[in-house]
């Protein structure tokens, strides 16, 4: 055994750090619970407000819903983390953070309060309207308008932890920038850089980054304006001009490079799903490998199996030789996970008549397979392939954290060099929301489609 593999296998550092990691894992924990119960709460009021008979509420309401649930994860922290404090503090005048703990509440109940929002509508519609009509004759109310607004809870003040020191973007140190949204005139560099750390490194990509955790470099930047920045006062059109839409190739180059890896860490999915649902059903002595893989595929974090594939994968295997191909590799190996209990539950759907009745014709396996079992294994799970895709796309936005050039990527890219993040980072969003929702939208009307025509109980 070589010795870089020996030290690769070394696992004395997760006794040595075990302080450092059992606090991130109560951390985890603290941060999984708050936001299921945000999450909760939110996603009941929206489905209150998608079943109410006034249509602002249930405008309200479905809006809340798409916005969430077509939002990528990442993508809504980092909004939420440092655009959501300049926002209101443009409102309220003053200069506010977020600790990194409330802004992952926030983030990720947001996200899947959507999801629950779905959730609970559909248990609200599956009540029969006989109970809500006995409810009225009992002289009960039914306003969800009401109900909703009887149960809303109180809010509370997260307060930081004494001693934390949160991680803020740099412009947040300007005391000028609520007021005149003034930017600082070069892109700071990286103090204390720990090379050794792989994450930390890829993180902050060599010194030109968006997560900054010096306050006394935000001071050297106050009083400075950058020429070809002008002072705003607040959230312009002009703004816009000179963020966004001037600086649209860059945005379409990273586009198209999130299109590029979706597109092959999809196709790299179905392949690695069929051959893995394959030797689960047909092949008995490797069936315990591929259950294995598909739970390991499943239950492990796109993050962790992101920097797994990028700074392990090199060291076991010798490849891949570079982020971009260890970006769809390890989106492709999470989706191929879930691909392949999809297959698995449409071949096993198809009769097994069917089967017996191609081989008493005197098909072959592989041509009963090819030609009776898959074709009708594509038609029934073709809409939830491409609801896998959607996922993908979602995914896809932590490959800049391994320095993909992607659309997330350039985007922080411009952050580091304009110090405003309002606009780009709401424009990135937007972006990703849109394309979630193009993508999410064909694929209910392929599931319709299938459905009418071929009459296919398919569900996405």
Not at 280 to 290: D, G, K, S, V
Not at 320 to 344: K, M, N, V
Not at 365 to 380: D, G
Request: charged share 15%; hydrophobic share 50%; aromatic share 12%.
């Amino acid at each position: 055994m070589s010795e870089s593999l020996k030290q690769a296998l070394d696992l004395s550092l997760f006794w040595e750090y075990r302080a450092i990691l059992l606090q991130g894992l109560v951390f985890n924990a603290l941060v999984f619970l708050c936001g299921a119960v945000l999450a909760v709460s939110a996603g009941l009021g929206a489905a209150l407000m998608r079943v109410n008979r006034f249509f602002p509420m249930r405008l309200i309401g479905t809006l809340h819903v798409e916005l969430f649930r077509n939002a990528p994860d990442y993508v809504m922290l980092v909004w939420v983390h440092f655009v959501l404090p300049l926002l209101i503090g443009l409102l309220i005048r003053r200069r506010i953070e977020f600790h990194p703990f409330v802004s992952s509440v926030i983030a990720l109940g947001l996200i899947y309060s959507g999801y629950f929002a779905e959730t609970f509508r559909a248990g609200i519609e599956a009540i029969p309207r006989g109970n809500l009509d006995a409810a009225r004759g009992f002289g009960m109310s039914v306003r969800t308008a009401d109900f909703a607004a009887h149960h809303a809870a109180p809010s509370h003040p997260w307060h930081a932890a004494r001693g934390a020191q949160p991680i803020r973007l740099a412009i947040q140190g300007d005391n000028h920038r609520v007021a005149d949204r003034g930017a600082g005139p070069d892109v700071c560099g990286l103090d204390g850089h720990p090379a050794g750390d792989a994450s930390l490194t890829a993180l902050y990509r060599g010194g030109a980054h968006v997560f900054f955790p010096h306050p006394d470099a935000l001071k050297r930047r106050a009083g400075f304006q950058r020429a070809l920045a002008p002072q705003d006062p607040g959230v312009t059109m002009d703004n816009w001009e000179r963020l966004v839409w001037n600086q649209r190739d860059a945005l379409i180059a990273g586009f198209a490079v999130t299109v590029e890896v979706c597109v092959i860490a999809f196709f790299a999915a179905i392949i690695g799903g069929l051959v893995l649902c394959v030797v689960r059903l047909y092949i008995a002595p490797l069936r315990p490998i591929a259950i294995l893989l598909i739970e390991f595929f499943r239950d492990t974090p796109i993050f962790v199996q992101l920097m797994w594939v990028s700074y392990v994968w090199p060291e076991l295997f010798g490849f891949p030789g570079s982020f971009f191909s260890a970006g769809w590799i390890a989106l492709g190996l999470q989706s191929s996970g879930y691909l392949a209990e999809t297959f698995r539950t449409g071949i096993e759907g198809v009769p097994r008549g069917q089967r017996e009745a191609a081989f008493s014709a005197g098909m072959s396996p592989a041509q009963t397979f090819s030609r009776i079992v898959m074709p009708q294994v594509v038609l029934a799970t073709a809409p939830s392939i491409v609801n896998q895709f959607t996922v993908i796309v979602k995914s896809s936005t932590l490959v800049s954290v391994i320095t993909v050039p992607d659309l997330m990527s350039q985007s922080q890219r411009l952050v580091n060099i304009w110090y405003e993040p309002i606009e780009i980072l709401t424009a990135t969003a937007g972006i990703y929301i849109l394309f979630v929702f193009l993508v999410s939208s064909a694929g209910k009307r392929l599931a319709d489609h299938l459905r009418q025509r071929y009459g296919l109980a398919t569900t996405f």
